[in-house]
């Protein structure tokens, strides 16, 4: 089960009381009443085979949406625009911001578009799933930075500075480090004043690091891995991790077997094993899920490996390969998958011997202080 407040910590009816509430909630739902944020995630369908990696543009699989739901999410951080230097990303991107909120009107029984920390909670209450518009990579700004101000009007509440490469703004984990540019500070600049969310995922250590100095407000990572358990670009260090943390940001940890072990297809233990260095490092204020997947369950293993095969392949030939991808290197945790995973990871630690209070600021209560610190209080 679950736990609560540790019964040692009140006394008698207290206590007592305490302990009640714990046990309704574990004979019911677990997450009934917590907040769970995905920081990074998406409404990709594993089962489909054109697409292994993502639903395809401005669609929302109705199975995708009924497992989300089901899982307990509250709200998720789903990617839209381009992420490479030189496409041309501005036209479309606005487009494609304008198609997603068509979409979502068409689900509004049972989705909403998140504009404040506020509908958030108005998506718990409503028990729908609050939809967060973001970016992972800056190349729709092109060369002005004030498109920083019309993206957040149309309500992008995310943008993540670098994909792998090098852009304007500075270097992508995969390229030679260089920091941040004179442009990529204006940028920053502008994205604090417009209070949209920082995400530093991706991101060389040296542009990370400088990112977080020139912000005048918390950054995030919002899906990453711990360097120190895993040496791979994709991965942060414990400077960036704790630079981020010392600044009152907020660190997403990834549920992506590729990045998270060397030793083939690590099961959830890993990942817990990265969540937990990530909260020695920063603090249990600071830490969340930003797990870089959607939630249905891959049906047939065998047909999904041959299309991570062909994923591979098409994100070599378009340059954005990370090192680590493979047929063999999974993207998913096999036993965090499906409507259960939530529920499952919260049990797994509680078993640890994590308080369900460390656990719901995990889930997503961590996430909910860092957007209502950054993003404006009303539209």
Known sequence: MLVGVAAGAVGGAAAGAVAARAAARDSADPLRDAVVVNALGGFGDPNAPEDIEQAPKAEIPERVLGDTLASGLTAMNITLGAYREGDEAFEPTVREVAEWDRVLRGHADRTLKVWTADDILRAKRERKLG????????????????RAGLFADLGVRVIQ???????????????????????????????????????????????????????????SINHT?????????????????????????????????????????????????????????????????????????????????????KQVEDRRARGISAPGES???????????????????????????????????????????HAREIWPASP
């Not at 990871?345 to 509680?350: F, G, N, P, Q, Y």
Request: net charge negative.
């Open 131 to 146: 939809v967060i518009y973001g970016f992972q990579d800056t190349v729709a700004l092109g060369d002005r930075a004030d």
């Open 161 to 219: 500075l670098t994909y792998n490469g090098r852009n304007r703004v500075g270097s992508g984990c995969l390229a030679a480090d260089e920091g941040l540019t004179a442009f990529g500070r204006e940028v920053v600049e502008r994205l604090n004043a417009s209070r949209v969310m920082v995400d530093l995922s991706h991101s060389g250590t040296r542009t990370c690091l400088e990112a977080i100095e020139a912000s005048s407000r918390p950054i």
């Open 327 to 369: 047929a063999e290197a999974m993207t998913f945790l096999t036993d965090l998958q499906g409507p259960g995973m939530y529920r499952e990871l919260a049990e797994r630690l509680s078993r640890r011997g994590h308080g369900w209070a460390t656990i719901e600021k995990i889930l997503g209560r961590n996430f909910l202080r």
């Open 225 to 309: 891995g711990c360097r120190a358990l895993n040496d791979v670009p994709r991965n942060k260090t414990d400077e960036e991790l704790r630079g981020v943390a010392q600044r009152g940001g907020f660190v997403g940890i990834y549920f992506m077997p590729v990045y998270l072990s060397r030793a083939g297809t690590p099961l959830a233990e890993v990942m817990i094993a990265h969540l937990e260095h990530a909260l020695d490092v920063c603090g249990e204020d600071h830490v969340g899920l930003g797990t870089d997947g959607s939630v249905t369950a891959v049906d047939d293993l065998q047909a999904y490996r041959a299309g991570i095969a």
